[in-house]
C-alpha cells in the first residue's frame, strides 16, 4: 500500500497495478522525476509483467511531454537497465518492475547517473515534487528512440571482469531458471559466451510467474535441484522477476542461502583479486561474512536492509564488494548494484579459479545455521511486534540500526524488522548452536504471533 505521505519503500516505489499504482501517480510520479533529472536523455526498462508495458508508456510518454528524451529499452533485467544509465551517456534510468513480488503488483525504481538507484535523500525529493505537484518542463516535446548497444555491452563489460580462459576450459554445465522473468533474455547469452554448456527451465517469460513465483526460494526451486541433478550439471542458478538477485543450486542438489553463497564470493575476491577490501551488507548478513572477511584482514561495514543502502555506502566509502542476504551481489568493478549475471560469472570464476566444485567451497564456510520467514500484519502492528522483542527477556546486546538486532550471545541472534516493500514483519535468525537457534526460534515465533493477534481489531 503506498502512503498518502511517502512514495518510495525500501526499493523504489510498488503497488497493485490499478489500486495503489494508479495511472494518475505514475504520471504524477514520471513528472517529478522528470523535473528532478532536469534533462535527458533518460533509459527506460521493464520487466515482463502483465502491466509492465502499459506502465512504461505512460511514463516514456510523461517525460516526453516534459521535454525529455527518452531511451525505450524494452525488456530487460534491472542490471542491464543500471549499467546503461551509468555507462552509455544518460542522466539517469528507469526500471518497471516489482522484483520479487506477486504479477499483480508493479514499481517505478529510479537510478541516477551513475547506475545506482537514487539515494534516500534524492527520493524525499522526489517526493517533495510529486506532492507539491511543482513539475517543471522543458521546452518542446522530448523524443523516443531505442538503443540496441545495452546488452551486448553489458556483456562485454561483465566478461572483461573474470577469467573467461580458466570458465571456458572448465567446459561447465550450468541450469538456468529465470522464473519466468527477463534474466531469460541475457543470462543464458552470458553463459554459452563463456563456453558453458546451458540447460534451462522456466524460460519463458510470464508475467502471472506461473512456474515457483517470482521470488526464487529455499523451498521453491526443486525442479532447479531436480534438474542439476538430473543433467550432472555443475551448478545451477535461479533469479527473481527482475534479475537482480541470484539463488545458487551446487551439484548435489542442494539450495544454498543467497548470503552463503555471497560468502563464498567475498572469500574468492579477498584471497585472489581484491586484497583487504571493505565488505558492505546490511545488520541482517550471515556472520559468515563477517568470518571470511576477518580472515582475510578486511572490514565489514554494516548498513540498513535495502539494496539503496548497501549501494550508496559503497559508492560513499568508495568499496567494491557489496551483499544483501536475499541473493543481491554487487561488484562495484562493473557497478555498485545488485546483479544477478554479474553474480554468476563470479560464481564460475571462483570454481574455475580455485579448482574446486561449489559444494568444496560452500562447505569450506565457517559453520553457522539460519533461519528466517515472515509474518502477515500491517505496518503500525510490526513496529509493535519489534518494542515488544526489544523488551522481551534478557540478552548479550541491543542493535537498532533497522528494526531490532537481538543477541543472545556472541554468535546467536534474532532480528525482526517492518519489511519496506510488503505489510509483514521480517525475523532473521542465526547461531553456531543449532539447538538454541530453534529454541530462540520458537520463542520469538511464539511472541510475535501472540503480539500480532493482539493487535487484531
Known amino acids: 500500500m503506498i502512503s498518502e505521505a511517502k512514495l518510495f519503500g525500501t526499493n523504489g516505489v510498488r503497488g497493485v497495478f490499478g489500486r495503489d499504482l494508479t495511472i494518475d501517480l505514475i504520471i504524477d510520479l514520471s513528472r517529478a522525476l522528470a523535473t528532478f533529472y532536469k534533462n535527458g536523455p533518460v533509459v527506460v526498462g521493464r520487466d515482463g509483467r502483465n502491466s509492465s508495458q502499459i506502465v512504461s508508456q505512460v511514463v516514456i510518454s510523461s517525460l516526453n511531454s516534459a521535454g525529455l528524451d527518452v531511451a525505450n529499452a524494452g525488456l530487460i533485467p534491472t542490471p542491464c537497465l543500471q549499467f546503461a544509465a551509468k555507462r552509455l551517456g544518460y542522466k539517469g534510468g528507469i526500471m518497471i518492475t516489482a522484483s520479487h513480488n506477486?504479477?499483480?503488483?508493479?514499481?517505478?525504481?529510479?537510478?541516477?547517473?551513475?547506475?545506482?538507484?537514487?539515494?534516500?535523500?534524492?527520493?524525499?525529493?522526489?517526493?517533495?515534487?510529486?506532492?507539491?505537484?511543482?513539475?517543471?518542463?522543458?521546452?518542446?516535446?522530448?523524443?523516443?528512440?531505442?538503443?540496441?548497444?545495452?546488452?551486448?555491452?553489458?556483456?562485454?563489460?561483465?566478461?572483461?571482469?573474470?577469467?573467461?580462459?580458466?570458465?571456458?576450459?572448465?567446459?561447465?554445465?550450468?541450469?538456468?531458471?529465470?522464473?519466468?522473468?527477463?534474466?531469460?533474455?541475457?543470462?543464458?547469452?552470458?553463459?554459452?559466451?563463456?563456453?558453458?554448456?546451458?540447460?534451462?527451465?522456466?524460460?519463458?517469460?510470464?508475467?502471472?510467474?506461473?512456474?515457483?513465483?517470482?521470488?526464487?526460494?529455499?523451498?521453491?526451486?526443486?525442479?532447479?535441484?531436480?534438474?542439476?541433478?538430473?543433467?550432472?550439471?555443475?551448478?545451477?542458478?535461479?533469479?527473481?522477476?527482475?534479475?537482480?538477485?541470484?539463488?545458487?543450486?551446487?551439484?548435489?542438489?542442494?539450495?544454498?542461502?543467497?548470503?552463503?553463497?555471497?560468502?563464498?564470493?567475498?572469500?574468492?575476491?579477498?584471497?585472489?583479486?581484491h586484497l583487504a577490501a571493505n565488505v558492505v551488507c546490511p545488520v541482517n548478513t550471515t556472520m559468515a561474512v563477517s568470518k571470511v572477511a576477518e580472515d582475510a584482514g578486511s572490514k565489514v561495514i554494516h548498513t540498513k536492509v535495502g539494496s539503496v543502502e548497501v549501494s550508496r555506502e559503497m559508492i560513499r566509502t568508495k568499496s567494491i564488494i557489496g551483499l544483501e542476504e536475499n541473493g543481491g551481489f554487487m561488484y562495484g568493478k562493473l557497478n555498485e548494484v545488485r546483479d544477478g549475471v554479474m553474480t554468476t560469472a563470479l560464481v564460475l570464476d571462483m570454481m574455475a579459479y580455485e579448482d574446486q566444485t561449489l559444494a568444496t567451497l560452500l562447505d569450506s564456510l565457517p559453520n553457522v545455521f539460519q533461519y528466517k520467514t515472515k509474518f502477515r500484519c500491517d505496518k503500525s502492528t510490526a513496529c509493535e511486534v519489534v518494542r515488544v522483542c526489544m523488551e522481551h527477556g534478557s540478552f548479550l546486546k541491543l542493535e537498532t540500526l533497522d528494526g531490532a538486532k537481538i543477541w543472545i550471545d556472541s554468535e546467536t541472534w534474532v532480528m525482526v524488522r517492518p519489511s519496506g516493500t510488503e505489510p509483514m514483519v521480517r525475523m532473521y535468525a542465526e547461531s553456531t548452536d543449532k539447538l538454541l537457534l530453534d529454541s530462540k526460534v520458537r520463542q520469538y515465533g511464539r511472541l510475535i504471533e501472540s503480539t500480532i493477534k493482539k493487535c487484531q481489531p
Do not use: M, W
Open 102 to 273: 506477486p504479477g499483480e503488483f508493479n514499481g517505478i525504481k529510479p537510478s541516477a547517473a551513475d547506475g545506482v538507484e537514487i539515494s534516500r535523500e534524492d527520493e524525499s525529493t522526489v517526493e517533495s515534487i510529486y506532492f507539491s505537484k511543482q513539475f517543471s518542463k522543458l521546452d518542446g516535446t522530448g523524443s523516443e528512440f531505442h538503443d540496441d548497444r545495452i546488452i551486448s555491452s553489458y556483456l562485454d563489460n561483465v566478461i572483461q571482469l573474470v577469467d573467461i580462459e580458466k570458465i571456458q576450459r572448465r567446459r561447465f554445465v550450468i541450469a538456468i531458471d529465470p522464473g519466468n522473468g527477463v534474466q531469460t533474455t541475457v543470462a543464458p547469452l552470458l553463459a554459452k559466451r563463456l563456453g558453458c554448456r546451458v540447460v534451462t527451465a522456466n524460460s519463458t517469460i510470464d508475467g502471472t510467474f506461473p512456474a515457483r513465483g517470482s521470488e526464487p526460494l529455499l523451498n521453491n526451486l526443486n525442479v532447479l535441484s531436480c534438474i542439476v541433478k538430473g543433467t550432472k550439471a555443475d551448478v545451477g542458478v535461479a533469479y527473481d522477476g527482475d534479475g537482480d538477485r541470484s539463488i545458487f543450486c551446487d551439484e548435489k542438489g542442494i539450495i544454498h542461502p543467497g548470503d552463503k553463497t555471497a560468502a563464498s564470493i567475498v572469500g574468492h575476491l579477498l584471497r585472489n583479486k
